[in-house]
Every structure is written in structure tokens, then in C-alpha cells.
């Protein structure tokens, strides 16, 4: 079975992976990248950490996480030097993630010059957007000109899910439709017919959409022209807020769930409305997302926030029995991995499906070796 490195290269960090066939062989993450406390000095240096922990003989290829790939990238992408211009290029785009997403490709071609590197783009999936969930309503030479439009995020995330519920249900991906709700520090929902991507909340940067740790998602544009006309602010001063400073941390000064529970159990106004406000944006894109795809035969909760948090689960779908989706609250509240959380015989079933982006990053880097192998 081929050996497949896994690399997701953030600006402080390295998380890595390595499989032999579907079987994950090692994983860990080198962290503290370039800050000054005795972390690596660079990328390069937490690259040969990572060659000093994981035997990299007979490697069949490199697959690395790239965030934004633009409307160029619709696929898999094996690595060439004009793959990585054009996805410089897209830097505007993802000021915060392809930089480091570069250094780490750039470096793992630098150690590994033999092995073939593949770029797997988050915004891949979200390439099947029809027009009308792609394009925003604003004048749109300027839009063609600034690449203004719905790229979304999470989509290797999506992908995973959305075809291993068809798998846990027993159907063709083709026939199944799916809501995926990628519930982590970032957040994002999806709606997936057949396989497809035919919207999701995430937009021209990962801001848009639902509440995250830090994030704003959804607001009105003209917040930023109000805080730069009536308080002085500078743009990058209205980034930091809606980047870093807003989401659940700006509600309640906590960004981890578990802490804003915690605080919400015992009585804290504060976080009582950063979790009523969390869920009700969820159920929004539930809601909206039903009545696009017409059939639902599946809700799927994923990642961190998701996969661990029953209370977000049920607050998140309270109110929506009447389009045919309950949380059953003993399911909910108990089990692990890949289950079902809906009572028996409800139109919708509700699951919980633990994400493996690392696994999707391989799948797809084997396909693209395999048909360069036979091209």
C-alpha cells in the first residue's frame, strides 16, 4: 500500500500524519514554530524534526493542505513550480493560511526532492456552487476583477462526512443529501446534494457564516464603515476585531465551548447569550439549507465543537420538529464515534460523524498520484 506524509503547515505549527495505506501509521504536531521560547526556528527546521520522528523511506507522495485555491483549483493538484506561482497568487485571498501553506510545501520539496508533493485546497469541494450561491450582489466588473465571490472553507471535512454518512446509511452518494455543520474554533455548514457542494456558509474568507471562537460570521457590512467613520478605526484595527476579538470570545470572553458551558451551567448571563446566539445561527443555515435541498435524509454534526458538545447539538436543532428533525436527548448524551442521535423513524436522521481531514488528504493525494502514474 502507498506511504502517504500528510502536512497541514500552519504559521506557528506543523501538524503531520503519516499513512500506509488507509492504516495511520504516526501523527503529532511540532508547534512554537519561530517564537522565541525554543521552538524550531523555522519550517525548515520543523520539517527535520518531523524526519527525525517518522521513517520516510519508500514514500509514495506528500500531501499538503492548502486553504484557498481560488476558482483555478478545483481538484487535487500534483506540485510544480507553476503551481506554486499561481497559488502565491492567491495570497490576497488568504493572507493568514496559504503563506504558511507555501513555506510548508516549499520545504517538504526541499527535503524530499524525489517524492511527489500534492496540494489539496479546502475550497476545492465548493467548486460544484451553483451561480446564484457563488455570486454576491454587488457591481460585478468590480467582483471579476477582485475575485469577489463564495469560495468556502472546511471542504475536505465536508466531502469526508457528507460520504460517510451515504456509507453508515447504506446509499449511493449520488442519492443522498446531507446538511454537514463543521462545528470547530472556525465553523461552517454545508448543504450536499448527491456529493455535491450547492452551498455552504463560509464565503470569500472564512469571516462569513456562523459563530466561531473568535469570529464573527454573519453582520452587517456597514459595521465596518460605522467604526472607521464614527470611532476612528483603522482597517486593520476592524480585522482584528471581527478576526480575533468577536465570536464567543467577544460575547463572553471565552472561545472554548467547554468553558462557555461551564460558565452557562453556572449562571453567567454572558455566556447564556454567546450559546443561544452560537445556535441560533446554526439553526438558521439548517433551516435555510433544508428548504434549498427540498429532501434531507441526513443532519450532520462534525469536528471538535460537534463531535463533543450534546448541548450545542440539541440547542442547535431545538424547533425544527416540524420538518422532521428531533434529537433523541439519551443518544445524544452518551456514545462515541460514528452514531446516530435522532430518535428511530424520524424523516431526518441526525448524526454525529467524527471528521478525518488528514484521511481525505491522502485519499485524494493517492488519486492524483495514481492517475499521473497513468497519464
Not at 243 to 252: E, I, M
Request: with cysteine; glycine share 12%; proline share 5%.
Amino acid at each position: 500500500m502507498a506511504r502517504i506524509l500528510v502536512l497541514n503547515c500552519g504559521s506557528s505549527s506543523l501538524k503531520y500524519q503519516l499513512f500506509d495505506g488507509d492504516r495511520v501509521v504516526t501523527r503529532g504536531i511540532v508547534e512554537r514554530i519561530g517564537e522565541p521560547d525554543g521552538g524550531p526556528a523555522d519550517h525548515a527546521a520543523a520539517l527535520r524534526l518531523v524526519a527525525g520522528r517518522v521513517d520516510l523511506a519508500g514514500l509514495a507522495g506528500v500531501g499538503h493542505r492548502v486553504v484557498h485555491g481560488g476558482v483555478r483549483f478545483a481538484e487535487p493538484t500534483l506540485v510544480t513550480d507553476q503551481v506554486v506561482d499561481e497559488i502565491e497568487r492567491l495570497v490576497p485571498l488568504a493572507p493568514l493560511h496559504n503563506p504558511a501553506n507555501l513555506t510548508g510545501i516549499a520545504q517538504a520539496r526541499r527535503l524530499l526532492p524525489a517524492v511527489p508533493q500534492v496540494a489539496v485546497f479546502d475550497t476545492a469541494f465548493h467548486q460544484t456552487l451553483p451561480p446564484e450561491q457563488a455570486t454576491y450582489a454587488i457591481d460585478a466588473d468590480s467582483a471579476a476583477r477582485y475575485g469577489i465571490r463564495r469560495y468556502g472553507f472546511h471542504g475536505t471535512s465536508h466531502a469526508y462526512v457528507s460520504r460517510r454518512t451515504a456509507a453508515v446509511l447504506g446509499l449511493e452518494l449520488a442519492e443522498v443529501n446531507t446538511i454537514t455543520l463543521h462545528l470547530g474554533n472556525g465553523a461552517s455548514a454545508c448543504a450536499v446534494a448527491g456529493g455535491r457542494s450547492v452551498a455552504t456558509s463560509m464565503g470569500l474568507s472564512p469571516l462569513e457564516g456562523l459563530v466561531m471562537g473568535t469570529r464573527s460570521g454573519d453582520l452587517d457590512p456597514a459595521i465596518v464603515f460605522h467604526l472607521e467613520r464614527v470611532a476612528g478605526w483603522s482597517t486593520a484595527e476592524v480585522d482584528r476585531l471581527l478576526n480575533q476579538r468577536s465570536g464567543l470570545v467577544g460575547l463572553c470572553g471565552a472561545g472554548d465551548m467547554r468553558e462557555v458551558l461551564r460558565r452557562r451551567d453556572d449562571g453567567d448571563p454572558a455566556a447564556r447569550l454567546a450559546f443561544d446566539v452560537y445556535c441560533a445561527r446554526i439553526r438558521f443555515y439548517v433551516g435555510g439549507y433544508y428548504a434549498l435541498l427540498g429532501r434531507v435524509d441526513a443532519i450532520v454534526f462534525t469536528a471538535g465543537v460537534g463531535e463533543n458538545a450534546a448541548a450545542v447539538r440539541a440547542g442547535a436543532l431545538d424547533g425544527l420538529g416540524q420538518l422532521g428533525v428531533l434529537v433523541d436527548p439519551a443518544r445524544n448524551g452518551g456514545g462515541s464515534g460514528e452514531r446516530l442521535i435522532s430518535p428511530d423513524g424520524t424523516p431526518v436522521g441526525v448524526w454525529v460523524i467524527p471528521t478525518d481531514e488528514e484521511y481525505e488528504i491522502a485519499s485524494q493525494t493517492r488519486a492524483v498520484l495514481r492517475e499521473s502514474a497513468s497519464g
